[in-house]
T-cell receptor, first 115, second 113 residues
């Protein structure tokens, strides 16, 4: 079974630009979550989608947005990039609605560098 | 506000011995707890989880213990192997927000021969 796939793996953008990251969950998984990892803040939750609906949202500014398609694939968008947005962005998928019997499985992330 | 805390940034252990990683949490609404392992340039890999209705869960060399009254959990790895060298994250979630995990800062484990 293929794992969570994130594209691209690496991205370099200039301050003020916008960026779109893509995530393909494990086949059959309907929940997709996004996380930001930085050296200073660790792993922080961005948002979670289930069946195309945003179910939970973290404490990030409105410049960070996402969506989920009917095939469960998800994208996240960051507009007006700031230097502080440089981070590893991780996507995770889960099969069931809730519970430790369906843990989150992570992709290898997209490394975004903002210059 | 850090709701999940891993107070030991690093741990060195000899191959074959036990590794014990600790995690504390402050939010009594957390129902599920998970441990992930992470190698550089890769995403976290799920290791083991436990529900708040249990106090112990085992899977091979990995055992997680939960002490709800103390809001504390620990991961035991026995025996430790060189391939266990990685960063270990503790994470927690409430039942009504499963996809929203709160992570600790991580503990770097180094297993020496």
């Amino acid at each position: 079974k293929a794992g969570v796939t994130q594209t691209p793996r690496y991205l370099i953008k200039t301050r003020g630009q916008q960026v779109t990251l893509s995530c393909s969950p494990i086949s059959g998984h309907r929940s997709v979550s996004w996380y930001q990892q930085t050296p200073g803040q660790g792993l922080q939750f961005l948002f979670e989608y289930f069946s195309e609906t945003q179910r939970n949202k973290g404490n990030f500014p409105g410049r960070f947005s996402g969506r989920q398609f009917s095939n469960s694939r998800s994208e996240m968008n960051v507009s007006t990039l700031e230097l502080g947005d440089s981070a590893l962005y991780l996507c995770a998928s889960s099969g069931l609605e809730t519970g430790p019997n369906s843990p989150l499985h992570f992709g290898n992330g997209t490394r975004l560098t903002v210059t | 506000d850090q709701q999940v805390k891993q107070n030991s940034p690093s741990l060195s252990v000899q191959e074959g011995r036990i590794s014990i990683l600790n995690c504390d949490y402050t939010n009594s609404m957390f129902d599920y707890f998970l441990w992930y392992k992470k190698y550089p340039a890769e995403g976290p890999t799920f290791l083991i989880s436990i529900s708040s209705i249990k106090d112990k869960n085992e899977d091979g060399r990995f055992t997680v213990f939960l002490n709800k009254s103390a809001k504390h959990l620990s991961l035991h790895i026995v025996p430790s192997q060189p391939g266990d060298s990685a960063v270990y994250f503790c994470a927690a979630s409430a039942v009504d927000s499963w996809g929203k995990l709160q992570f600790g800062a991580g503990t770097q484990v180094v297993v020496t021969p």
